[in-house]
T-cell receptor
Framework: DADVTQTPRNRITKTGKRIMLECSQTKGHDRMYWYRQDPGLGLRLIYYSFDVKDINKGEISDGYSVSRQAQAKFSLSLESAIPNQTALYFC????????????????FGDGTRLSIL | AQKVTQAQTEISVVEKEDVTLDCVYETRDTTYYLFWYKQPPSGELVFLIRRNSFDEQNEISGRYSWNFQKSTSSFNFTITASQVVDSAVYFCALSEPLGNQFYFGTGTSLTVIP
């Protein structure tokens, strides 16, 4: 089984619908992230969370919300989807940083391809 | 502000050629971390390497090598004797000292032609 699991893998929906993308991890990491990938723009951070009580906005949080239901689960919601939110969405996790180890690499799920018509 | 630039949008090489993917970064932090990720056609993101700003030693792993130069703010990635399986999009990323956020470049799409 994958360490970072995203569901669904693909979703097609209509403008105005509420969408939830889910992410669960078995790595035991404290930190979780949501990114979107658009052609030519790389990955852009939407939200990140360092633990269940800590949620932070990223570069492009407008139009999105998140919920950290447990250490292992981090959901991304689009309250009223619009076509320019069509993208590939990635969830990622990383271990707690600090000390001599410094920043730990992020580990990504396989992505959710979301199309909004 | 942190920024990562991958000026090469697309590169095509013939199998067995060497290829270098460029990465230039900007940061005001004296301590930072640099990463390379590979995204094959299947779409997942695979971590390749992490480099700390205080360690300028180059690194080699099989056909892969990385050249980190603080003087030019560059962290370039070379694939020697490229293979078709190397075809992917490669992302360079920068992390601030606490690792709170990663800043990704826009990626370089590498195609290795058999």
């Amino acid at each position: 089984d994958a360490d970072v699991t995203q569901t669904p893998r693909n979703r097609i929906t209509k403008t105005g619908k509420r969408i939830m993308l889910e992410c669960s991890q078995t790595k035991g990491h404290d930190r979780m992230y949501w990114y979107r990938q658009d052609p030519g723009l790389g990955l852009r951070l939407i939200y990140y969370s360092f633990d269940v009580k800590d949620i932070n906005k990223g570069e492009i949080s407008d139009g999105y919300s998140v919920s950290r239901q447990a250490q292992a689960k981090f959901s991304l919601s689009l309250e009223s989807a619009i076509p320019n939110q069509t993208a590939l969405y990635f969830c990622a996790t990383s271990d707690r940083t600090g000390g001599i180890l410094g920043a730990q690499p992020q580990h990504f799920g396989d992505g959710t391809r979301l199309s909004i018509l | 502000a942190q920024k990562v630039t991958q000026a090469q949008t697309e590169i095509s090489v013939v199998e067995k050629e060497d290829v270098t993917l460029d990465c230039v970064y900007e940061t005001r932090d004296t301590t930072y971390y640099l990463f390379w990720y590979k995204q094959p056609p299947s779409g997942e993101l695979v971590f390749l390497i992490r480099r700390n700003s205080f360690d300028e030693q180059n690194e080699i792993s099989g056909r892969y090598s990385w050249n980190f130069q603080k003087s030019t703010s560059s962290f370039n990635f070379t694939i020697t004797a490229s293979q078709v399986v190397d075809s992917a999009v490669y992302f360079c990323a920068l992390s601030e000292p606490l690792g709170n956020q990663f800043y990704f470049g826009t990626g370089t799409s590498l195609t290795v032609i058999p």
